[in-house]
């Protein structure tokens, strides 16, 4: 059985959730008031700075990561909405500020505080989730980066497998990466498409109704392909799908 | 030291051979049909997970031990080599090694010269070398044999010719080798390439091949394959020519078994190769077969610059045996040839820049989406994808700063690209800053462009929520309160 769940917590929204899919950061804090847990937003947050870090501009990056660290001064566990910027936060944070005197026990302390959604879901909330929903299919996506830092496809998954009603479909070269990867898709247009044309392919082919995912970044290039196709299944943050099946409001 | 050429990085650009290989439908089945089948096969032969990561963590361990002491192994190398009679050389450029090559050739009079698989002598260019001096170098494994018969370069260091399918394989062969008819049958191909082989290996005057491990303790070269070509090549001719980065050294020769279980089951998911040579020196007195000279090339080539750095030391635990490749969303879609590099998918991306330098190589490390893949598989471990993120800001720091750890440090730097991420971080670390420019992103959201460069040519541009979160959040607490 899980652990006691903290009564507090923090949520990291991250910048494109922000943007593009605020709704599923309000169902997430709903879902997380519905167990019983405070879920307190910090104003001040923005992004994890992972933009900068993987595009090699290093000053920058840790300049937004110690903007962040400023924002969660409480001793309480940081949920992620996104596996791959808890992983920059829990796993890359630590490099960032290595041999850095002032920040780096600041840092390490900060990032075993972070935890990812579905992670804190699954194994530190103790509730049942009654699923009130309709029997129906459903595929998850998980990004490559969380999926092999927070260990998000095994989390993503129990998390679906505590709803009665749904069933996972597993797609082809579900490991796949779809072909986002931040600034490798602008840098890299053809080679992106490619990737994120045969993960569509394999998504259609499943014949779910309903796609989920942790992961924002993904959602976005995987929903803009599916659409640009004329498709009309579009991908949704595994909270919002979650908050739905248990018959929140919206 | 003259500065490295990149001899291998031809026209046209990355980009433009990244759209050929893209829209090259066969090609790209060819690749995904071979690389699917690659990864069952690994899958299958590291059935159990608690001992490939325990294997994995020795191999780590064995490759970085060596690095650790690489200098002093290099020489403990070439005494106990000179010791088993083995003649050692060492080549700083690719320039010194064919000349090391092209010096015992014409001492011991070869005009024929038979070659068993090595990727250093690729790098070398070394049939190109030779050949315009005169002298015939042929390759013997089969799939480099295709390739050189097609006139092209390996797309895979394992697996040279596997961007071809067997009837482009029926097609080249009917055309290029006299007598020979058109045919899909894999085992008469085969044959035909080694009719011609045989002949080669016994008129052949020097043999040459690559080394997988060099043991420190011994002096002993091991060589892994499974056509026989590389034992052919090394024990028929009379004189063998070993090439090798001088990154393959191990310190003992009980450090070979475990780094070779995990190079053939990474490679081609064999438990063991049909062969493993371990060659420690020319024909002894009294024995029967064996070549009466053996030389040892180490060739640097940019190494030592890797290893100078110590996080980009990693590079060099490298053992050659492609699993990054054959799990590379990148690699699978593009192929070998589309990076221009000897070393192809993501090894070839971090060790590329130091054979050839960043301005060479400067749109390898951005062509990942660092899924991390290829960390994943790595038998030794290396961090490829905190390499790439590495190599990245070598790319974009300024070429005058300190410390110039890569050659070719600022390929990719801009200072108004450099200005712009300034900018970025100003407005990430400024929460009103960033509050206001989101707010706005979401009130402009019906007038934002509706095409973003590249992006929009295979999806939807995204649009902004009509609020953010930050909204949301402080609506919601407001009609709480």
Redesign the interface.
């Given at each position: 059985m899980p652990a006691t769940p903290p009564a507090k917590v923090y949520l990291f929204?991250t910048?494109l959730?922000?943007?593009?899919?605020?709704?599923a950061?309000?169902d997430a804090?709903s879902l997380l008031e519905h167990a019983g847990v405070e879920a307190v937003?910090p104003?001040?947050?923005?992004?994890c700075?992972q933009?900068?870090?993987?595009?090699?501009?290093?000053?920058?990056?840790r300049?937004?990561a110690?903007?962040q660290l400023d924002?969660f001064p409480e001793d309480w566990p940081i949920v992620v909405l996104s596996g791959s910027c808890g992983g920059m936060m829990a796993h890359h944070y630590p490099?960032l500020f290595a041999g850095d005197a002032a920040n780096e026990a600041r840092v390490r302390r900060f990032s075993e505080r972070v935890i990812e959604f579905t992670d804190f879901v699954v194994n530190r909330l103790g509730i049942a989730l009654a699923d009130l929903g309709q029997p129906e299919k459903v595929v998850l996506h998980t990004s490559?980066?969380a999926r092999?830092?927070m260990g998000t496809l095994t989390t993503g998954r129990a998390l679906l497998a505590r709803l009665a009603g749904v069933e996972l479909v597993e797609q082809d070269h579900e490991?796949?990466?779809c072909?986002?990867?931040?600034?490798?898709?602008?840098?890299?247009?053809?080679?992106?498409?490619?990737?994120?044309?045969d993960k569509t392919r394999a998504i259609k082919a499943c014949g779910a109704p309903n796609l989920v995912s942790a992961d924002c970044g993904c959602l976005?290039?995987i929903?803009?392909?599916l659409?640009?196709q004329g498709e009309r299944l579009q991908g949704e943050h595994i909270a919002s799908f979650v908050w739905r099946r248990i018959g929140g409001e919206a | 030291m003259n500065a490295p050429q990149p001899l291998h990085f031809v026209p046209p650009s990355f980009?433009e051979r990244?759209?050929e290989a893209?829209n090259d439908d066969e090609l790209?089945g060819n690749f995904r049909g071979a690389m699917d089948f690659l990864m069952a096969k690994r899958r299958s032969v590291f059935d159990d997970e608690a001992e490939l990561q325990a294997l994995r963590r020795l191999g780590e361990h064995i490759r970085r031990r060596a690095l650790s002491k690489l200098p002093d192994l290099l020489e403990q190398l070439e005494a106990n080599c000179a010791r088993n009679g083995i003649q050692v050389h060492w080549a700083e450029t690719v320039d010194e090694a064919n000349a090391i090559v092209h010096d015992i050739a014409m001492q011991s009079g070869a005009r024929q010269l038979v070659k068993g698989k090595s990727m250093v002598s690729e790098e070398m260019e070394l049939n190109h070398y030779l050949e315009a001096r005169g002298i015939e170098c042929l390759e013997s494994d089969m799939g480099e044999y295709i390739v050189q018969l097609a006139g092209e370069k390996p797309s895979h260091i394992i697996m040279p010719a596997i961007h071809k399918n067997k009837a482009q394989i029926a097609r080249l062969f009917e055309s290029r080798i006299a007598g020979v008819d058109y045919t899909e049958d894999v085992d008469t191909l085969i044959q035909v390439g080694r009719n011609v082989l045989r002949r080669k290996f016994y008129e052949a005057d020097i043999g040459i091949s690559g080394v997988n491990f060099a043991v420190a303790e011994t002096g002993t070269l091991c060589l892994v394959e499974n056509e026989g070509n590389g034992r052919m090549s090394t024990t028929v001719p009379r004189v063998h020519i070993a090439v090798t980065g001088i990154e393959k050294v191990v310190e003992k020769l009980v450090d070979v078994a475990p780094l070779y279980s995990l190079l053939t089951r990474s490679a081609t998911g064999q438990i063991v190769t049909t062969y493993l040579n371990l060659i420690s020196g020319p024909r002894k007195p009294g024995e029967l077969d064996g070549p009466a000279a053996v030389h040892l090339i180490l060739l640097d080539n940019g190494r030592s610059q890797a290893f100078a750095d110590e996080q980009l030391r990693a590079t060099l635990q490298c053992i050659r045996c492609g699993a990054c490749m054959n799990h590379c969303?990148?690699y699978t879609?593009?192929g070998g040839h589309a990076y221009g590099t000897v070393y192809p998918g993501p090894i070839g991306k971090i060790i590329s820049p130091h054979l050839l330098g960043l301005d060479a190589t400067r749109d390898l490390p951005?062509?990942?989406?660092?899924?991390?893949?290829c960390?994943?598989v790595c038998p030794v471990r290396i961090p490829i994808p905190?390499l790439l993120?590495r190599?990245?800001?070598?790319?974009?720091?300024p070429p005058e700063a300190e410390p110039h750890a890569v050659a070719g440090q600022g390929a990719r730097y801009s200072p108004g690209e450099?200005r712009l991420?300034?900018l970025?971080?100003l407005?990430?670390?400024?929460?009103a800053l960033?509050?206001a420019s989101?707010w706005l992103?979401?009130r402009l959201r019906n007038w934002l462009p509706a095409r973003i460069?590249?992006?929009?040519?295979?999806?939807?541009?995204?649009?902004?929520?009509p609020?953010?979160?930050?909204?949301?959040?402080?609506a919601?607490a407001a009609k709480r309160s």
């Open positions: 929204g910048c959730v922000d943007v593009f899919f605020p709704q950061g309000i804090i937003f104003q001040a947050q923005s992004c700075g933009p900068a870090y993987s595009s090699g501009y290093m000053d920058e990056a300049r937004v110690l903007a924002c490099k490559c980066a092999r830092e490991s796949e990466c072909g986002f990867g931040g600034t490798f898709a602008v840098r890299h247009p053809t080679i992106s498409a490619a990737m994120v044309a976005m290039n929903n803009g392909a659409q640009k | 980009r990244v759209d893209i790209r969303p990148v879609r593009i951005s062509a990942s989406s660092l899924c991390g893949a960390g994943e905190e993120v190599l990245r800001e070598e790319s974009v720091r450099t991420w300034r970025w971080a407005l990430m670390s400024r929460p960033y509050r989101t992103a979401a460069g590249p992006w929009t040519d295979y999806r939807i541009a995204p649009k902004p929520a609020k953010t979160l930050h909204e949301l959040v402080k919601r």
